[in-house]
């Protein structure tokens, strides 16, 4: 997957050619450039423009000085590449636009990811990512130090609100799906949404599921339906949290939260690939 969005991204970039380099610079020419970092947060996405540069061209030297993960500021440098002028010059949008907001993302989570220190609870994506490039976002949120949810469609059973409302019901959401898995001889984790304590019970009373969301329920109404779970089904509490509420939402015990605003709402570090000669 990796290999396959790498690829098309710079096929996107280059078509037939870069003909700004292929113009000016002399095939045989060679260079090297650094990574220059601009800006204060965590860097992601190193390892990525390792294999971009190995995917356009193999004969590139990638050294490495800080990896993925690190915290940086203004000022460092983070890798070199030493090389075609050309080629150097290919993959440069392409690394940079990937790794600018795999740090946006990387630096939100680990902001909120401090947050939660002390409490047991875990900060978790969501699908809300740009198409496409869904992995890559995902890939960023876990060196921040987040937790994926289920990468898509196919590998966990949501039943959110439209999925009930749809089957007619919490009892005939949770039955059916039970009996699919069943009959398809599929092990998948089953989690359900609520959104009030009298759905909540709906689900205690049928069971059959692995986790609970409860949406956009107050920090009160959280406390009150973790004790009514009682740690039969894990828990996850979801819907217009934010950096000012999130610790108090972890106060109520509550196993995950998850946060859409990881993959949508970051803000990109500011990041240059610049030509040196040092």
């Known amino acids: 997957m990796i ?8 096929q996107e970039d280059l078509g037939d050619g870069d003909h700004s380099s292929l113009a000016c610079i002399p095939a045989e020419a060679t260079g090297v450039a650094k990574l ?18 190995e995917t356009y061209d193999p004969t590139l030297e990638f050294e490495e000085l800080i990896g993925d993960g690190e915290q940086v500021s203004h000022g460092d ?24 907001r795999m740090s946006g993302i ?3 989570t680990s902001e909120l990811v ?15 990512t740009t198409p496409g490039i869904r992995y890559m976002e995902k890939w960023a949120v876990r060196i921040g130090g987040g937790v994926n949810h289920r990468f898509a469609l196919y590998d966990m059973i949501m039943l959110k609100d439209n999925h009930v409302d749809f089957a007619g019901g919490i009892a005939p959401a949770i039955v059916r799906t039970h009996d699919y898995l069943q009959s398809n001889h599929k092990e998948l984790k ?6 009030n304590l009298d759905e909540l019970e709906q689900v205690l009373a049928i ?26 089904f894990e828990t996850e509490a979801s819907g217009g949290i934010t950096k000012e509420t ?14 859409g605003a990881l993959t949508h709402s970051y803000k990109s570090l500011d990041l240059s690939l610049k030509a040196t000669f040092s």
């Open 114 to 128: 401090k947050l939660l220190e002390g409490t047991s609870t875990r900060l978790l994506d969501t699908r809300k």
């Open 77 to 100: 440098i983070a890798f070199y590449i030493r090389g075609k002028a050309q080629s150097i010059l290919a993959v440069e949008r392409t690394l940079l636009n990937f790794m600018q």
């Open 36 to 53: 220059l970092v601009k800006d204060a947060g965590i860097l992601a996405g190193v390892d990525l423009a390792r294999m971009i540069c």
């Open 106 to 108: 990387a630096t939100l």
């Open 190 to 195: 089953v989690e359900i949404e609520v959104r």
């Open 3 to 10: 290999h396959s969005i790498i690829q098309t991204a710079l």
């Open 207 to 232: 069971g059959h599921v692995d986790r609970i969301m409860l949406d956009n329920f107050t920090p009160e109404l959280l406390k009150e339906a973790i004790r009514r779970i009682d740690k039969r």
């Open 246 to 259: 999130l610790r108090t939402y972890a106060e109520t015990g509550v196993d995950y939260i998850s946060v």
